[in-house]
Each structure stands twice: as structure tokens, then as C-alpha cells.
């Protein structure tokens, strides 16, 4: 079943796998990456991760149940980055006016940089593909509640001025998770409309009054 790294379990309880499947789940992984970015999730098949990564069928099933389970886990590896990056940020401009903090670091958080543009495209093609089967749509969703729920965290911790009065972190966090994506969608091709609408985005988001 899938469990989501972005919120793993205790440390203390966690079990720990081998140093061996740890190698190879990390080269599946690398490998679907780079297939999932270049052709696509639909005409990437498990074969074809398993032939990059140098693996058979079998170690691909010992690390993941399906390829949408793969897939999931990329996402959560690029999410779990991008709150670090966004944590760091706000500890960077902690001596900032707080209005101006919100606003980098909402514009920090809702910006395409060049590299993301190929995961924005692949994320809005597995939500199609999710759309049409309930199963797949319920581990999508509880891998936005895992995301959330993060970004709530980072959001009580160096944002609080960004959760509006009678809304909570986790509210808060839907809401610019949201808004992200929507505004991804609309400006993956860039140029001047793309910045005028993330600057307008921005501008709504950072200047909700905060607590």
C-alpha cells in the first residue's frame, strides 16, 4: 500500500531495509526519472524501467506495487525538496519586513524554474490518467494530504502570516498547493503572461492578513 515519505513514521518504529534494497530502489528510481521525463508516464512501461535500471520484474515488485506507486514517489522525493528549499528560504529572510518575507517566499514557492517544467507536465498527465480510476485517484489524494500536511507544518513554523484569521496551517497550505499547481498549468510555456500571472498570484497570496 502506498505510504507517503513526505510524512514517514517515527524513527524509532521505522524499519530500516537493506543497504542493498536501498541501492536499488534508488536506481529504479533514477531510471524511471529520467523515462518519465522524456517520454512520458503513458508510454513508459515497467519493462522499460527495469531495463534501464538493470533490474528484473522482480526487484521492481520487491520495491514498488505498480508503476503508478513509482511514480508517486518521485513526486514525493520532489516535494520533500522543494518545502526544504522553502524552509531554508524563510530562515534566510527571517530579518525581512513581515510582508515582504510572505511575498518571496509565496513567489519562491509558486515559481517554474527551467528544470521543474518536465515534472509539472508529468504531474498534470498522471492526474488525468488518475481521474478516471478511484483507486489510482484516492493514492493521488493521499499523496496531496501527505504534501499538505507538510507545508502546514513549514507554514505554523516560519510563515505564520500567511494563515488567514479563522483558517488553519493545513487549510492555508491546500489552498497555496492549489493555487501552485493551477498556476503551473497555466504557465509551464513561460513569458511575459506567465510572470504577470505569478506575480499577480503572489501579490493575493502573500497579502492575506495574517494572524
Not at 519493462?47 to 522482480?58: I, M
Not at 514525493?76 to 528560504?89: H, I, K, T, V
Not at 507545508?151 to 496551517?169: D, I, Q, Y
Request: hydrophobic share 50%; charged share 20%.
Amino acid at each position: 500500500m502506498y505510504r507517503s515519505p513526505v510524512n514517514p513514521p517515527p524513527a524509532d518504529t521505522a524499519p530500516r531495509p537493506p543497504r542493498r534494497r536501498i541501492h536499488t530502489r534508488a536506481r529504479l528510481l533514477a531510471a524511471a526519472s529520467e523515462l518519465f521525463l522524456s517520454v512520458g508516464f503513458a508510454r513508459t512501461s515497467i519493462e522499460d524501467v527495469c531495463a534501464a535500471a538493470g533490474y528484473t520484474r522482480g526487484a521492481f515488485y520487491s520495491n514498488f506495487g505498480s508503476k503508478e506507486d513509482l511514480l508517486l514517489a518521485l513526486f514525493d522525493d520532489q516535494a520533500g525538496q522543494r518545502l526544504a528549499e522553502l524552509a531554508e528560504l524563510a530562515a534566510a529572510c527571517e530579518s525581512l519586513a513581515p510582508r515582504e518575507r510572505a511575498r518571496r517566499l509565496v513567489e519562491a514557492l509558486l515559481r517554474v524554474e527551467p528544470a521543474e517544467t518536465g515534472w509539472i507536465l508529468l504531474f498534470l498527465e498522471f492526474r488525468l490518467v488518475a481521474a478516471r480510476s478511484p483507486a489510482l485517484a484516492e493514492q493521488v489524494a493521499a499523496h496531496d494530504r501527505a504534501v499538505a500536511a507538510a507545508l502546514a507544518g513549514v507554514l505554523e513554523r516560519n510563515l505564520p502570516e500567511l494563515v488567514p484569521p479563522g483558517a488553519s496551517a493545513g487549510q492555508a497550505a491546500a489552498v497555496v498547493l492549489a493555487a501552485r499547481e493551477g498556476l503551473l498549468a497555466r504557465t509551464a510555456a513561460g513569458g511575459a503572461a506567465a510572470e504577470e500571472l505569478l506575480a499577480a498570484t503572489a501579490a493575493v497570496l502573500s497579502g492575506l492578513p495574517g494572524r
